[in-house]
T-cell receptor, first 110, second 118 residues
Framework: KQEVTQIPAALSVPEGENLVLNCSFT??????LQWFRQDPGKGLTSLLL?????REQTSGRLNASLDKSSGRSTLYIAASQPGDSATYLC?????????FGTGTRLKVLA | DVKVTQSSRYLVKRTGEKVFLECVQD?????MFWYRQDPGLGLRLIYF???????EKGDIPEGYSVSREKKERFSLILESASTNQTSMYLC?????????????????FGPGTRLTVT
C-alpha cells in the first residue's frame, strides 16, 4: 500500500532563510506529483505539478524535484517570507487515486 | 484560471438531518472528488466521479452518497448527519492527462465547507 511521509511535521524559521521540505513515498509506481499550500481553514492551493516524465518544476521562489528511484520529492523555498507561513502538502497520483501526505506546517518569523 | 466553488463555507446541522454539499467547477474537468479533512488524519477520499452519472467509492464512503447529473456539478449527500461527520469537506476536480497516458492531471480544490453537526 502506498504511504506518503512528510518530514518535518512542523518547521519554524527566520525570514530570509532557504528551506527544504521533504516528501517520501513507498511505491515507485506513481505518475504525477503535486505540491499544495493550505492556509488555516481554507482549501488547498496548487503550487507545482511534476509529471512522471519530469524531474523538477520551478515557479518563482519555489522549486520541486522528483526522484522516483529513491522515492522522494523535495520542495525548495528560497528567501522565505512571513507570507509563506502555511501547511504544505504533497500528493502522488497513482493509478486510481491521489495519495496525500500529512503535511509540513511552516512558520516564517519576521 | 480554474475555479472550483462550494455552496457554503460554514454549515451547522442537527443530528439526523439530510445534508447536501454542492461543488461546481468551470473548467470542463472529467474528474471530481470529495474529501474530508480532520486533524491528525489528513485528507481522506470519500467518493470520486470520472464522468457524468459515474461514481466510485473512496476510502470512507459509509454514511455518504454522491450525485453527478451534470459534468460541472458534484454533490455530496449526508443521508442522516451524525456528530462524527463534523469535519472540513473539500471538493476537487482534475482533467485526465493525455500527455501522461496514465494517471490523473493537476488537481484543483475548492475553498472547503466547515460542517458542524450538533
Amino acid at each position: 500500500k502506498q504511504e506518503v511521509t512528510q518530514i518535518p511535521a512542523a518547521l519554524s524559521v527566520p525570514e530570509g532563510e532557504n528551506l527544504v521540505l521533504n516528501c517520501s513515498f513507498t511505491d515507485s509506481a506513481i505518475y504525477n506529483l503535486q505540491w499544495f499550500r493550505q492556509d488555516p481553514g481554507k482549501g488547498l492551493t496548487s503550487l507545482l505539478l511534476i509529471q512522471s516524465s519530469q524531474r523538477e518544476q520551478t515557479s518563482g521562489r519555489l522549486n520541486a524535484s522528483l526522484d522516483k528511484s529513491s522515492g522522494r520529492s523535495t520542495l525548495y523555498i528560497a528567501a522565505s517570507q512571513p507570507g509563506d507561513s502555511a501547511t504544505y502538502l504533497c500528493a502522488f497520483s497513482g493509478t486510481y487515486k491521489y495519495i496525500f501526505g500529512t503535511g509540513t506546517r511552516l512558520k516564517v518569523l519576521a | 484560471d480554474v475555479k472550483v466553488t462550494q455552496s457554503s463555507r460554514y454549515l451547522v446541522k442537527r443530528t439526523g438531518e439530510k445534508v447536501f454539499l454542492e461543488c461546481v467547477q468551470d473548467m470542463d474537468h472529467e474528474n471530481m472528488f470529495w474529501y474530508r479533512q480532520d486533524p491528525g488524519l489528513g485528507l481522506r477520499l470519500i467518493y470520486f466521479s470520472y464522468d457524468v452519472k459515474m461514481k466510485e467509492k473512496g476510502d470512507i464512503p459509509e454514511g455518504y452518497s454522491v450525485s453527478r447529473e451534470k459534468k460541472e456539478r458534484f454533490s455530496l449527500i449526508l443521508e442522516s448527519a451524525s456528530t462524527n461527520q463534523t469535519s472540513m469537506y473539500l471538493c476537487a476536480s482534475s482533467s485526465s492527462s493525455p500527455r501522461t497516458s496514465l494517471g490523473w492531471g493537476e488537481q484543483y480544490f475548492g475553498p472547503g465547507t466547515r460542517l458542524t453537526v450538533t
